[in-house]
């Protein structure tokens, strides 16, 4: 999902982290080409080096979540059509063991999909972990993206441009997305939320 600091991780799964990069790999490809875009012009619509694109698009390198979010930005795209892997009919179970989670580089916020990485997705659903005294700075999301939020256990404070906003357990917030907004935890105990974040067409 969106964060400034985050790095893609999967818990004690190297092979699934390597999977995520071949797969980062394939779609920024076919994203690229189909808009007609030179690394070059997409360096430029994303602020992400020719450099760095080059590396991921040869899978010689495992990008943040920060980057990914403004390559998807430049690309006009959701998050997950990044991670989009090849579509399947029927129901799809995501067991716990087997979904992709997202931890920050301090380790003090985590955010696990709970949705499949197939077809094309308006909408993405994630499980967010924020650890006691965390905090989680994110960047603006495309212009029109929103984000509802509802805080299951804990408390949440969430900063949106310049207001701040104190959450509950059971509480709720919806805002537009498109602009700075950082979490954190002013607690000692952990705080756990779900997200449903929402892009524009």
């Not at 960047?139 to 299951?152: D, M, R, S």
């Not at 509480?171 to 705080?191: C, I, L, M, Q, R």
Request: contains cysteine.
């Amino acid at each position: 999902m969106k964060t400034k600091s985050s790095t893609i991780t999967e818990d004690n799964n190297h092979d699934t982290a390597e999977h995520i990069v071949e797969t980062v790999k394939e779609n920024l490809k076919n994203l690229r080409q189909k808009r007609n875009l030179s690394l070059d012009k997409l360096a430029l619509r994303c602020g992400v080096s020719r450099a760095m694109l080059s590396q991921i698009e040869q899978g010689k390198s495992t990008p943040t979540i920060s980057v990914l979010w403004k390559i998807a930005n430049g690309l006009s795209v959701p998050f997950s059509d990044l991670l989009k892997e090849k579509d399947s009919d029927g129901v799809h179970l995501l067991k716990f063991e087997n979904t992709k989670i997202l931890f920050s580089n301090s380790k003090v916020f985590s955010s696990r999909a709970l949705f499949p990485f197939t077809g094309n997705r308006k909408s993405e659903l994630y499980e967010l972990i924020l650890k006691p005294g965390g905090i989680e700075v994110a960047e603006p999301h495309k212009a029109g993206t929103t984000e509802n939020i509802v805080v299951v256990a804990g408390k949440l404070r969430l900063r949106v441009g310049g207001l701040v906003y104190e959450l509950e357990s059971r509480d709720s917030v919806f805002f537009k997305a498109d602009v700075p907004h950082e979490y954190s935890n002013p607690t000692g105990e952990e705080t756990l939320m779900y997200l449903v974040m929402d892009y524009t067409e």
